[in-house]
Antibody, heavy 120, light 110 residues
Framework: VQLVESGGGLVQPGGSLRLSCAAS????????MAWVRQAPGQRLEWVSD????????YYAGSVKGRFTISRDNSNNVLYLDMDSLRAEDTAFYYC??????????????WGKGTPVTVSS | QSALTQPASVSGSPGQSITISCTGT?????????VSWYQQHPGKAPKLLIF???NRPSGVSNRFLGSKSGTTASLTISGLLPEDEADYYC??????????FGGGTKLTVL
């Protein structure tokens, strides 16, 4: 089972970025997926969740209306579109495999993460 | 969503046992048995240690034990080893269908 994130980088405040996560080694469409972030030296923060079919999504209040989670079950890829980025969005973003088809009751597999820095 | 409450740090000597607490509310830990614990070494991704309060994934040592009472969950590590030195995070599914994480506890093995 492997999750490989890409797309992180340096972006100016107010800018946009798309993160991708390539999944392998499990039946992707049967698993909820999530994004979890961690600011430097800070705690883990759940960002967003999507069910196996992609029809239901959830967001943390801090990103709701600015971030969009989606998935391509044909190609086993998870996405996070981030708009109106702020300095406080600076963090390492982890792609995470949820524990069931419907919700991420817990995370059983983590990617290595990709860094996002929002700065002028 | 609110974070769960963990002590910032705990310490113990090799061979000893330590317990990390994780306090939530009736909307998360007190509502579901979906408490999980993660170990994170510096510069690494988190690793699942405990799920559904007291279950260990395959390959995780039985020195790690999870429990729950009311709105507080606990992780006990027995027979401390130097490689147990890491950050530990608790998590719980919530009534809002989200995941709440604790603030993290730094374990120092003296």
């Amino acid at each position: 089972v492997q999750l490989v994130e890409s797309g992180g980088g340096l972006v100016q405040p107010g800018g946009s970025l798309r993160l991708s996560c390539a999944a392998s080694g499990f039946t992707f469409r049967d698993c909820a997926m999530a994004w979890v972030r961690q600011a430097p030296g800070q705690r883990l923060e759940w960002v967003s969740d999507i069910n196996g079919s992609g029809g239901t999504t959830y967001y943390a209040g801090s990103v709701k209306g600015r971030f969009t989670i989606s998935r391509d079950n044909s190609n086993n890829v998870l996405y996070l579109d981030m708009d109106s980025l702020r300095a406080e969005d600076t963090a390492f973003y982890y792609c995470a495999k949820g524990s069931s088809r419907y919700y991420s009751y817990y995370i059983d597999v983590w990617g290595k993460g990709t860094p996002v820095t929002v700065s002028s | 969503q609110s974070a769960l409450t963990q002590p910032a740090s705990v310490s113990g000597s090799p061979g000893q046992s330590i317990t990390i607490s994780c306090t939530g509310t009736r909307s998360d830990i007190g509502l579901y048995n979906y408490v999980s614990w993660y170990q994170q070494h510096p510069g690494k991704a988190p690793k699942l240690l405990i799920f559904d309060v007291d279950n260990r994934p395959s390959g995780v040592s039985n020195r790690f034990l999870g429990s729950k009472s009311g709105t507080t969950a606990s992780l006990t590590i027995s027979g401390l080893l130097p490689e147990d030195e890491a950050d530990y995070y608790c998590s719980s599914f919530t009534s809002s269908n989200t995941l709440a994480f604790g603030g993290g506890t730094k374990l120092t093995v003296l």
